[in-house]
Every structure is written in structure tokens, then in C-alpha cells.
């Protein structure tokens, strides 16, 4: 397989169809950098690969698996490209996929006759794709197969789909999902999945930098209104209370007392050893007030669910 130029200036295309720089150029030196480093290790021969990886097989030698490492090192460069713009740093995707070539070397088998990066590819890929999406967002994007297959794939084909496209039409959602083989609403859901990044609390808004998000979140304690509309409804409740008072048996009326309108309530326990009945009853003896009142209250224009 012919080795591609570490020092070419052409400028790829990412997942997402922008245009950037291409590794190994004067544009990246870390990537440069880490190239040259790569180049220092020479792509095998099938014949001396196969060599290596039946004798790795037989024996587990560390050492020959290094070599097998290294000899494909650039090859997981490669395969990052195919990853960028999804706000990952380049090497840490190159790391990543290294980790994946070490898991495909030691899992190769030889005898099936294939060369090495062809099998470890899908373990390159896999790794490079976990780590992806788990830096995507602190959020789940892509709980299943499918989802995850459409996160990797919707951005690249509505690119590629909008190059032989009318531009200022555009490409539907409907005409889209249909060419992914996925419904529109699945399609739907992940691009607005893909839009919708993690944005710290404390990043300052405007120019002057005064604010940020965090002074926009609303208090989790009750505002004003909210307060004086609480008190309001309480002391309606109240009034009614007493309006139901009159009418109420005596059990009642000592539920209504110790219970409903005392500062300190006693429990159903309690008032059931007390009246000589059972907690259920005392139970059903609030419930029936609680229902007087409530609709007093609903008769007053006041909505009180509890």
C-alpha cells in the first residue's frame, strides 16, 4: 500500500465537508512532527508481515508485536482523518486508534491469509469512534447501533448530498433520511443532537463580559410572586377550613383540628389510637375534608391540587 506524502499540502475534507489542513504539513508540526517519527519505521512486506504475525502467534513475543505496531502506525493516521470535525484533538483520535492497532495486532489471526491494517482497521475505527462520541458530550448522543451509525454518517452525506444539489434548494430532511435508509424522525432528532454542544454555566455573554449563563439560570428557591401567591392560597385554605368546621363530625373535627390546622400534626397513628379506628380510617376522614375544601376553593376560582 502506497504511503501518502507526509509533507503534501493539499487540504482534506472533514466529516462535515469544511475544508482543513492536511497532516504532516508545516500547517500541523505536532502532526508533523509525530510523522516523522512513524516514517522511521518502514512498512513490511506481506511475506515478512505474515512472518511476524505467524511467529507472534506461536510464541506471544512482545516485541514482535511492536513490530507489527509500528510497521502500521501510519495507517491509524490515516484513518483520523476520517474523524476530524467533530471537535476531537487530532492525536488524541491518533492515540486513540493506536490503542485499537494494539488491540487488532493481538487478536489477528494469520492463517486467514489477510494483512494486518486490514483487520485491525475495525478495531481502529471502533476506537476512534468511542472516543468520539464520549467527548461529543457529557449527554448520551447514541445510546443503540443504529444511533451511533447515523452520528458518523448524517453530517458527511448531507455534505456530499448538497455537492450535486441545487444549492439554494437544498436537501430535505425526507429526501435525506430516505437515501440514509433511516426515518425522518430519527434523522431529525440526531442532527438536532449534533447541534446542540455542551456550553459551560460560567462562559461570558456580550462584549463587556459581565454575565454568563449562570446569572441567567433562574433561582431554585420560590420568587415573589410565587411566594405571595402560596400565602394567599394557605389562608384561603384556611378560611375554608373553618367554613367546613361546622358541618363535621366529631371524629372529623378532631382530624380537622390535629391534624389539618395544627402547627405540629399528629399522625394517622396517633389520631386512630386516640378516636379508637383503624389509620385507614383516619385516612378517609382527611381525604373526605380535604375534598370539602378543594372544592370550596375550585368554587372561589383557585385550582388547589394539594
Keep these: ?9 493539499a487540504r482534506r475534507t472533514s ?18 512532527r509525530y510523522m516523522a517519527e ?11 508481515e505474515a512472518q511476524l504475525a505467524h511467529r507472534y502467534a506461536e510464541t506471544k513475543d512482545v516485541r514482535l508485536a511492536h513490530r507489527l505496531v509500528n510497521a502500521n502506525l501510519r495507517f491509524v493516521v490515516r484513518i483520523a482523518r476520517e474523524f476530524r470535525g467533530y471537535g476531537v484533538p487530532f492525536l488524541d483520535l491518533v492515540q486513540e486508534g493506536n490503542l485499537g492497532l494494539m488491540a487488532g495486532v493481538r487478536r489477528f489471526d494469520p492463517s486467514r491469509g489477510y494483512r494486518v491494517v486490514s483487520y485491525a482497521v475495525w478495531w481502529i475505527r471502533a476506537y476512534m469512534r468511542a472516543c468520539t462520541m464520549h467527548n461529543w458530550s457529557m449527554v448520551k448522543v447514541g445510546t443503540t447501533q443504529a444511533q451511533r451509525r447515523l452520528f458518523f454518517s ?3 452525506a ?6 450535486g444539489e441545487d444549492s439554494d434548494r437544498g436537501v430535505s430532511d425526507a429526501d435525506l433520511a430516505h437515501r440514509l435508509g433511516v426515518r425522518e424522525t430519527d434523522l431529525c432528532s440526531m442532527e438536532n443532537r449534533l447541534k446542540a454542544r455542551d456550553t459551560s454555566l460560567d462562559q461570558r455573554l456580550g462584549d463587556d463580559g459581565h454575565l454568563s449563563h449562570l446569572d441567567q439560570m433562574p433561582a ?24 367546613v368546621a361546622p358541618g363535621a363530625s366529631a371524629k372529623e373535627t378532631y382530624v380537622l383540628k390535629h391534624r389539618l390546622t395544627a402547627a405540629e400534626p399528629l399522625t394517622l397513628q396517633q389520631i386512630g389510637d386516640h378516636l379508637q379506628i383503624s389509620r385507614e380510617r383516619v385516612r378517609q376522614l382527611e381525604t373526605k375534608l380535604l375534598d370539602r375544601v378543594r372544592t ?11
Design 1 to 9: 500500500m502506497k504511503a501518502t506524502n507526509p509533507t503534501e499540502r
Design 154 to 156: 448524517v453530517r458527511a
Design 15 to 32: 466529516a462535515d465537508g469544511s475544508r482543513e489542513p492536511a497532516w504532516g504539513t508545516s500547517e500541523d508540526p505536532l502532526v508533523a
Design 38 to 48: 512513524v516514517a522511521r519505521h518502514p512498512i513490511l512486506s506481506a511475506e515478512e
Design 296 to 306: 370550596r376553593l375550585r368554587e372561589c376560582g383557585v385550582d388547589a391540587a394539594a
Design 158 to 163: 448531507r455534505a456530499a448530498v448538497q455537492k
Design 220 to 243: 431554585p428557591t420560590p420568587n415573589a410572586e410565587e411566594i405571595v401567591a402560596a400565602r394567599e392560597v394557605n389562608n384561603l385554605a384556611r378560611l375554608k377550613l373553618a367554613e
